[in-house]
Nanobody
């Protein structure tokens, strides 16, 4: 079994910063892709950023402000969020494509962490 635990959400003023983390544990051989999604009230979940072994990409709305990174030894993905805007307010979810030592690959979601940016 694979478990994901997120942390780092909170309330900040516009222009502030937050850092999110997501750590996976369990039956893990490697993690192919790590990503962050977010879902605002009344809206669909959207991709924020993704990182593979050698590449990153971001939603246009967060380019230049957010940075995704990973620590493979810790099975952890991070999202550094700077220059936050009220429109960044959402529940943020990590999503990891996990290669298991035994069994099929799994696509796992974190429990979500609330990010609220006040104007």
């Amino acid at each position: 079994q694979v478990q994901l635990v997120e942390s780092g959400g909170g309330l900040v003023q516009a222009g502030g910063s937050l850092s999110l983390s997501c750590t996976a544990s369990g039956n893990i051989f490697a993690i192919a892709t790590m990503g962050w999604y977010r879902q605002a009230p009344g809206k669909q979940r959207e991709l924020v950023a993704v990182i593979t072994s050698g590449n990153t990409n971001y939603a246009d709305s967060v380019k230049g402000r957010f940075t995704i990174s990973r620590d493979n030894a810790k099975n952890t993905v991070y999202l550094q969020m700077n220059s936050l805007k009220p429109e960044d307010t959402a529940v943020y979810y990590c999503n990891l494509n996990i290669i298991r030592a035994w069994g099929p690959n799994v696509n796992s979601w974190g429990q979500g962490t609330q990010v609220t940016v006040s104007s």
